[in-house]
Each structure stands twice: as structure tokens, then as C-alpha cells.
């Protein structure tokens, strides 16, 4: 406490009322009864990334112009944001937090727009060195296989990736037409993550024929198997061997091979996915009308939405609620094909509802071309009996990928059936992540329950309503042409004013609320955080509520 | 360099000239073009100032005795509702000896609602320990905010620089603007003897128990009279300076008068017309504006007035119950010294046009008229 003063006259008054006194002494804070601390939470759009993305982060760097942490923020979670950043179904804008507010930040393009500065920076990758001796073998150069052989890699694990294909790539190679992943920058992509660490390429080699998983178990400290679904499944309809009737997979393995295609005049595509989309539309580059016919309705579709909008705006025809019964084939080379229609019963064990068949009511198509698009399975009798499974796919135990043998890990579509690339990429580095730790020695993370926020927590006095950021795109009659991409990446300019919509949900990026509106100067402003000086803060919470982004908590004192 | 623009843009260029730090305010017609030269100003880097934007007018004063206790020279603008929301912050600007300046442009309050020119949003403010300058012209206008702010930082007391809606907020009129390396030299920098530091922390705004509350508030009269000098000499200084000066009263054409007519704002300027006028038809008329009504010159205008026969006082303002606000002020500083008659006029209410026409009429109402009400006389109800 300091020294009383007497003024000897009022002379010696301050002009107005203030304290002569240096009143460091006093420490307010003890007037607290609740106490404001740093707290960030998950974003809700991480939450919603299979791969776990810290989606927050890489934007926040983003808007700093700091683009290489921003690709090293990704490359944590996904070692190819430039593919999912163009293919992936987005889910975390499912999750994103401005969609209750405008429009959810536009995730992708920003993802794609930094992974392809990756790209053109290879100096920002550092090539590991083999540290380890355990080697790895790693089954199938799809997302998956490609996902686990960068992490171990760049764990320092000599890895080995037998692929059956000529080249790496799995279904982003021959599943994903090049309008939607040009095939040039799917090679960009396997090769910086072949240039990461001690990765080694076998092609040409099969599981089954070429080599056999229990042998590789010998081999190898460990072995992931990422083989993806490589089988169309059968439609079980009379007639549907034969000319006339193609696999949809197969069709896009020959489109993406480079052959020139000729589907023919009129084309009917079975399916509702992805496949069936991607068969549709390249159908259309080659100059055939064509029906996508799906048992369910549009609502039940499985492809991603974006994909049906585009189909639709190709020109692609869509008849619901309709199953092939028979088909049949007349001396012109075409194929008749009666569909049995269909009407929605109750929902199945997907949550959608099952068709069942419309009485008798029927109707017939006669077409050049039908695709059957209706899944894949995967070829169990490759895996020999090294691994037990459920039906043609792989059975694991645990999040990790773990299957019944100790020593080999799946995951990928071959463990969930069809599923998408990103949910592919967050198993492999996932089971990398396991099989590190298992050959180090290394106790298991504990798993944490994750703290989030919603549209309530933010403080959206601060954001003006802004609509989402779209990227340039050609024509529907240009993209018709051939197979170019539909859009173009963000420049820096787009890429700017989409990142600057983020709320930056629960993390705190250095807006200086708290700092600025604090009254009793009890927040300090350090190089890269902030700090409360309880001595002073007296737990008024204007920094709580000023926060935009709820990146601070509050206790009761003495609890 | 001059330039034709109207009065808003000449506080503008008059703040700009002061090497103000922060601005806060509002919009409010017919204030807002000061504040959106100025925010344009410094969004394009030609006034380094910051330009804090807010939700209402207390906000925009409370913004302004932040960043005034904090050490900086600012700046504020409003009008009629906008000042009265200041009220609460307008006290405390007094009672925490900071050297704000704030323009108010003379709006009629509501309601009824209106945009145009009366005096009774700024003199309802008179007891709250501003200085107030009342304005006639552009020139006057942009030279008075320098002046304000030399004024303000001697005294420590919050200075209101006033000028009427429309006829002077958006006339247009040719004025020398002031550029500040011209102005620096006679406006230094804003030193504070005391100011918010985090690195030399005081309490600020405590508790005065009655053992010094008294003392303080005397301590603001006496900053208030001791201002009196510093008005005449900043007046003064800025003429030598820069060739014009405006004075504390303005008399015209007194020295035989045997009637004056009180004035302020730019009925100022009307009357000196009329009292051409009249002169030319023989009559012994003068004028005389009341440019400093806070504080309240006294002397000067005892000095002007106690040499006439009849004094008449247009006031475009009412104290309801009681009279003509400048009839008051002017009786009050005659009371007991002459027995010069005083008569009370108001006019121009609302923005009613206050013309030639008008202000001869009161001349020779108060020359002739044996009847008139020596208090309260309203000219041109239609009632």
C-alpha cells in the first residue's frame, strides 16, 4: 500500500479525480468470482473430416499469406489435399458453422487451392530418411495404401507399395474420370508422396497371384492391405451378360486409359453413386443421350450432390424409382430392357427407404449401351485365408485398422465397402499411425472427448453476411467438348475473400477483442498468444462475450 | 490555397489542420458530410488519424474521452438528438478536464420531427461546462476549430464550435484552407500533464467524497473565467498569424447607435445588411454578434450595449417559461449597470428563414412599437 498524501493546498490538486498514486498495489483481481481462461475448442467442420483436418487452422494461416504452414497444417491429416480438395464429398461444410449463419465456407476449393501450391512447391515437402529398420509392406497404391506409406515413410519406416495396376492411383486413376482429377496432376500427387521418404513401387503386382498376403506376413515387420473394392457387382437379371451390357467401372477404367469410346446412340446407366454419375457424364462426352435410372429417388441418391447437379446440367436424363427385370437382344446389335418399376417401402438398415417392387407395373427401354453401376465387391479369395473376412471385405477390430493377425492392418474401401477417398486416406494414416507406435513401443493416445461450438456460441455482430466464394467454371457445352476441368482453382484473391468468411470456430486467431476491450488492462498481448493477468482481472467476462469465436471458458473461482 | 466548399467540409479541412488522432462519431443530418470527408480523409492516409465508427452518438462521445484520457487530440461532430444522446458523456468530458472538440450543427429538436436550424440543442447543453463558439461564416468556421483546439488544451475544458444547419452547413462559400505545416506552429502537439499509461497505472474517475467534489467543480468555474483571456488571446495570436481574426463579440457600425441588434450564427450576417440598410436611410442602427457564448463575455457586451438607447435581441431559440436564451444572457450582463431598454425577440425556429425583411421588421418594432412585451416578442407566428 502506498503513502497517504496530504495535500498541503488544493492548489496541489490533480485536475480531475485520479489517484496520485501508482495503483499497481492494488490487486483487483481479487474482486473475482469467475475466472475467464484461454480455451480453444475443435471446430465443428474438423469434427466432420474423416480424415480430421485441422480445417481452422489451414484457413487462419491462409489468411496470414503463410501458405506453406497452411499445406503442412493439411499435410498432418492428408498427404493429398489437392485430390480430396477436387473429389471429396465434402462433409465438413455439413459441419461448418456459417451455414447457419449464411453459406458454409467454400472448404474444397480453398483446400484444393493451397494442396496445388504444394505442388508447385516441392521444397516444401523435406524428404525423411529411413531411420527404421522395420520394413512395411503396403497392399494396393490407391488413397488408402498411398495415405499409410507416406506417414510410415515419414516416420522413417522403409515401405513398399505392391500395386496391380501399371500405375499408382487405384480407383483416383481409373475410377475418377479426368474432368474431375486430371490424371497429370494425380501423377504430381503419387510423386511427392513417393519423394516424401523411403517409399519403394512394386507395379505389376497383384495380391493373389503375384504375391500372397501370408507370405508378405513373414516378410515384413507389418503389412497394410488397401486393395479398394476392384469387382462391379452383378445386377442378378436375366440377360445381363453379354454384348450390350458393360461393367460402369470398366467403362471408366478404358475412358481413363485414353481409349476413345463410343457408347453408342442411346445409353441407360443402373445406379445411384458416384460410379453411375461418372459414367453418365463421360457417356455424354462421347456423344450419347443418356437415362441414369435409379430404384430410389433422387433423395436417396448416394453421389455427391454436385455431382448430380452436374450430370443434370450435362444433360443427363433421370428416371427414379425403376429396376432392370429382364433384358433381351434383337438382331440390331441393341438391347431391350424391361425395368420393373418400383415404389419406397420402409427404410432399411441405411436408414433409407428400401424399394420394393410396384405391383406389376413395368415399362421398356430399347438402348446402344446399359452400365450397371450398382457397387463394387471386393475379390476375397486373394487374401488367401491370411485374414478373416465378412463377405468379400476385410474385418478389423478397433479404429486403427487392426485385423484378427497381429501384424496386418486394413483399411480403405476393402474394410467399409464402397465409402469415399478421404475416409480411405484417414484409415491408412491411421493404421500408420498404429503400426508406429506398435513397432516403437509406444503406449496408445488416450482418446478425449472433443469440445465443440455452434452457430450460438459466436458472436456474429462481427461477421457481415457474405456469400460463399465461388471458383470460375466453363461452360456445360465446353465441358461437353472433352475433359477439362469443370472449375478452376481459386487465385489468391478468391482464396482471400473465402478464407476471410471463417469464423475460426473456438480457436482463437488473434483478433485482439479480448486485448482492445478489456477495461482493466488485464490482457497482455504476447508474440503468439494472449495472457490474463489475474492480479488485475477482476472477471468481468467483456472479454467472453466480445470474443467472436468462443475461444475463451470461464470457472468459478474457488471450484 | 482556397477553395469554393461548404461549411461541413470546412470543419472537416479545419480538424485536418489540427493533426486530430481520433475521430468517433455518428451520422446525423446535417452533420454527417464532416464526418465522411474526414473518414475518407483518413481512410486515404491524408489526416493519420483513427476513425473509430460507433452505434450511437454516447458511444461516439464515450470513444472520444477514451482516447482524449488515453493522451490524443480528437474529434467529434453531431446534431440535435445526436447531442442531446451525448448529455451523460458531455458532463463527463467536463468533470475529466478533457480538451474535446465536438461541432454541433444547429438542428431543431423533435418532435416534430426536423432537420433544419435552431439554436436549442446546443444552449440546452450551456450549464455543463463547455466552452461554446457560435459560428457565421466558412472561413470562421474552419479558422474557430483550430482555435478550439488551442483553446481546449490550455484550459482543460471541452470546447463546442457551433454552426447553423443548412444556411452554413451546406452553403458553399470560398475559404483559405489551412494546411497543417502551416498550422503546427501555432497548434503544437497534444502534451498532457495526465493520461491513462498502462506503464504508469492511476485510478481514474474515483469517488470524491464532499471534501473535494466542492473543490473540484470550482476548480472547473475557474478554468472557465480564466478562458476568457485565453479566447481573446488565441483570437489575437491566430490573427497575427494568418490575417483573420473573428473576435469574442463582433460590433458593427455601434459607436452612435442608438439602437443594436443582438445576434449570433449567421443572422449575423443578415443583420449587418440590414443595418447597412437602414444606416443608408438615416436611421443610427448597429449590430452586435455574440460569437462566445460560453463563457459568456460580460464586459464586452456591457462595453457595446451600455452606450445605446435600446438594445433589441433576436434569439432563434426559446427557453420555454422563460424567455429568449441570449435575452437572458444579455439582461443578465446588464442588469444593474444601465437602464438601457432591452427587448426579446424570437424567430427563426425550425429553420425558418430569418431575412432581411425579418430582421428590419424587429428594428422597427423595437424603434416604435410603444406596446411591445419587453421579454417575449415571437415575429411571424401565424397563430
Redesign the interface.
Known amino acids: 500500500m502506498g503513502e497517504k498524501i496530504t495535500f498541503k493546498s488544493f492548489k496541489e490538486m490533480p485536475l480531475c479525480a485520479m489517484s496520485i498514486a501508482d495503483m499497481t498495489y492494488n490487486f483487483t483481481g481479487s474482486w473475482r468470482n469467475v475466472r475467464p481462461y484461454y480455451d480453444f475448442k475443435v471446430s465443428p467442420c474438423r469434427l466432420g473430416c474423416p480424415a480430421a483436418e485441422d480445417i481452422q487452422r489451414y484457413i487462419y494461416l491462409a489468411t496470414q499469406g503463410d501458405f506453406e504452414q497452411a499445406w503442412k497444417a493439411i499435410i498432418e491429416s492428408n498427404p493429398m489435399p489437392s485430390v480430396t480438395g477436387r473429389v471429396c464429398f465434402h462433409p465438413c461444410m455439413e459441419k461448418c458453422t456459417r451455414k447457419d449463419y449464411d453459406q458454409a465456407i467454400n472448404i474444397p476449393a480453398v483446400e484444393r487451392a493451397i494442396g496445388d501450391m504444394g505442388l508447385d512447391n516441392p521444397k516444401w515437402i523435406k524428404k525423411a530418411r529411413a531411420t527404421k529398420k522395420e520394413k512395411i509392406a503396403v497392399i494396393g497404391g490407391g488413397p488408402a495404401g498411398l495415405s499409410c506409406a507416406f506417414y510410415l515413410a515419414r516416420a522413417g519406416y522403409p515401405v513398399t507399395i505392391f500395386e496391380a495396376a501399371a500405375a499408382l492411383g487405384g480407383m483416383l486413376r481409373w475410377g475418377i474420370p479426368e474432368y474431375r482429377l486430371p490424371n497429370e496432376l494425380l501423377d504430381r500427387v503419387v510423386q511427392s508422396i513417393l519423394e516424401s521418404g523411403p517409399i519403394t513401387v512394386k507395379t505389376g503386382t497383384a495380391l493373389g497371384t503375384d504375391v500372397a498376403l501370408d507370405m508378405l506376413e513373414k516378410e515384413y515387420a507389418a503389412v497394410f492391405v488397401g486393395v479398394g473394392l476392384t469387382r462391379s457387382r452383378a445386377m442378378g437379371v436375366a440377360g445381363e451378360e453379354g454384348p450390350g451390357v458393360e461393367h460402369g467401372l470398366e467403362f471408366l477404367r478404358r475412358v481413363n486409359g485414353g481409349e476413345k469410346v463410343d457408347p453408342g446412340k442411346s445409353v441407360v446407366v443402373v445406379g445411384g453413386g458416384n460410379t453411375a454419375m461418372d459414367v453418365a457424364r463421360c457417356a455424354r462426352r462421347a456423344g450419347s443421350e443418356v437415362t441414369v435410372v435409379y430404384r430410389r429417388t433422387m433423395n436417396e441418391m448416394p453421389a455427391i450432390a454436385d455431382e448430380i447437379e452436374e450430370a443434370e446440367k450435362e444433360g443427363v436424363f433421370f428416371h427414379f424409382l425403376a429396376a432392370p427385370k429382364t433384358i433381351t437382344r434383337g438382331g440390331s446389335g441393341r438391347v431391350t430392357v424391361v425395368f420393373q418399376q418400383m415404389k419406397l417401402g420402409q427404410p432399411d438398415e441405411s436408414g433409407r427407404r428400401r424399394p420394393v417392387p410396384d405391383g406389376d407395373k413395368t415399362f421398356t427401354m430399347e438402348v446402344d449401351k446399359l452400365f450397371t453401376a450398382i457397387g463394387e465387391e471386393g475379390d476375397a479369395a486373394s487374401f488367401g485365408k491370411a485374414v478373416e473376412t465378412d463377405g468379400a471385405l476385410i474385418r478389423t477390430k478397433g479404429a486403427f485398422g487392426e485385423t484378427l493377425k497381429a501384424k496386418i492392418f486394413a483399411g480403405g474401401d476393402i474394410v467399409t465397402g464402397a465409402a469415399s477417398v478421404v475416409e480411405a486416406i484417414a484409415a491408412g494414416r491411421k493404421a500408420a499411425e498404429r503400426i508406429g507406435r506398435m513397432l516403437s513401443k509406444q503406449p496408445e493416445p488416450a482418446a478425449e472427448e472433443p469440445r465443440t461450438i455452434s452457430i450460438e456460441n459466436i458472436n456474429t455482430a462481427y461477421f457481415s453476411k457474405a456469400k460463399r466464394t465461388l471458383p470460375p467454371r466453363i461452360s456445360v457445352e465446353a465441358a461437353l467438348e472433352g475433359f477439362r476441368e469443370i472449375h478452376a482453382g481459386f487465385d489468391e484473391e478468391l482464396l482471400g475473400r473465402e478464407t476471410a468468411r471463417c469464423f475460426s470456430c473456438g480457436v482463437c486467431n488473434f483478433c485482439d477483442n479480448c486485448w482492445v476491450f478489456c477495461p482493466d488492462v488485464a490482457v497482455k498481448r504476447l508474440d503468439d498468444q494472449y495472457e490474463f493477468n489475474y492480479d488485475y482481472c477482476k472477471g468481468c467476462l467483456v472479454c467472453v462475450t466480445e470474443c467472436p469465436r468462443s475461444a475463451i471458458s470461464t470457472r468459478e473461482e474457488g471450484r | 490555397m482556397k477553395k469554393v466548399i461548404m461549411g461541413n467540409h470546412a470543419v472537416s479541412y479545419g480538424v485536418r489542420a489540427s493533426d486530430v488522432k481520433v475521430i468517433s462519431a455518428y451520422p446525423i443530418t446535417p452533420q454527417t458530410q464532416i464526418v465522411e470527408l474526414l473518414s475518407e480523409m483518413c481512410a486515404k492516409g491524408e489526416l493519420e488519424a483513427k476513425f473509430i465508427a460507433v452505434e450511437s452518438e454516447h458511444s461516439a462521445l464515450t470513444a472520444c474521452v477514451g482516447a482524449s484520457a488515453a493522451g490524443v487530440r480528437t474529434f467529434t461532430a453531431t446534431s440535435s438528438q445526436g447531442l442531446l444522446l451525448m448529455h451523460e458523456i458531455i458532463h463527463w468530458a467536463v468533470?475529466?478536464?478533457l480538451p474535446i472538440v465536438l461541432v454541433n450543427v444547429n438542428r431543431a429538436v423533435g418532435p416534430p420531427w426536423s432537420i433544419w436550424t435552431d439554436q436549442n440543442d446546443s444552449l440546452s447543453q450551456r450549464d455543463t461546462g463547455w466552452l461554446q463558439l457560435y459560428c457565421e461564416s466558412n472561413q470562421e468556421t474552419q479558422d474557430t476549430i483550430v482555435q478550439a483546439f488551442k483553446i481546449a488544451e490550455s484550459v482543460?475544458l471541452p470546447v463546442m464550435v457551433v454552426l447553423d444547419a443548412f444556411f452554413l452547413s451546406h452553403t458553399f462559400e470560398i475559404v483559405d484552407i489551412l494546411e497543417p505545416e502551416q498550422v503546427r506552429p501555432f497548434l503544437p502537439p497534444y502534451k498532457p500533464?495526465?493520461r491513462i499509461d498502462?506503464d504508469?497505472?492511476?485510478?481514474?474517475?474515483?469517488?470524491?467524497s464532499p471534501g473535494?467534489y466542492f473543490?473540484?467543480r470550482?476548480?472547473i468555474e475557474k478554468?472557465m473565467e480564466a478562458s476568457r483571456d485565453v479566447v481573446r488571446d488565441v483570437d489575437r495570436e491566430f490573427e497575427q498569424r494568418f490575417g483573420r481574426g473573428y473576435g469574442v463579440v463582433k460590433p458593427y457600425r455601434c459607436d452612435d447607435a442608438e439602437i443594436i441588434l443582438v445576434t449570433s450564427g449567421t443572422v449575423a450576417s443578415t443583420a449587418r445588411a440590414v443595418v447597412d440598410e437602414m444606416r443608408g436611410e438615416g436611421v443610427k442602427i448597429g449590430s452586435l454578434k455574440i460569437r462566445v457564448f460560453r463563457p459568456f463575455p460580460f464586459e464586452e457586451v456591457y462595453q457595446v450595449l451600455s452606450k445605446t438607447k435600446k438594445v433589441a435581441v433576436i434569439d432563434r431559440n426559446i427557453s420555454f417559461g422563460h424567455h429568449g436564451i441570449f435575452y437572458q444572457e444579455v439582461k443578465s450582463a446588464l442588469y444593474g449597470r444601465t437602464n438601457v431598454p432591452i427587448i426579446g425577440y424570437i424567430t427563426g425556429l425550425g429553420g425558418r428563414d430569418v431575412t432581411p425583411r425579418v430582421i428590419r421588421s424587429i428594428a422597427e418594432k423595437a424603434m416604435n412599437d410603444r406596446n411591445a412585451e419587453p421579454d417575449i416578442n415571437w415575429i411571424g407566428v401565424k397563430i
Open positions: 468533470g475529466a478536464r482543460m500533464k495526465n498502462v504508469d497505472p492511476h485510478a481514474f474517475g474515483n469517488l470524491a473535494e473543490e473540484l470550482y476548480m478554468a
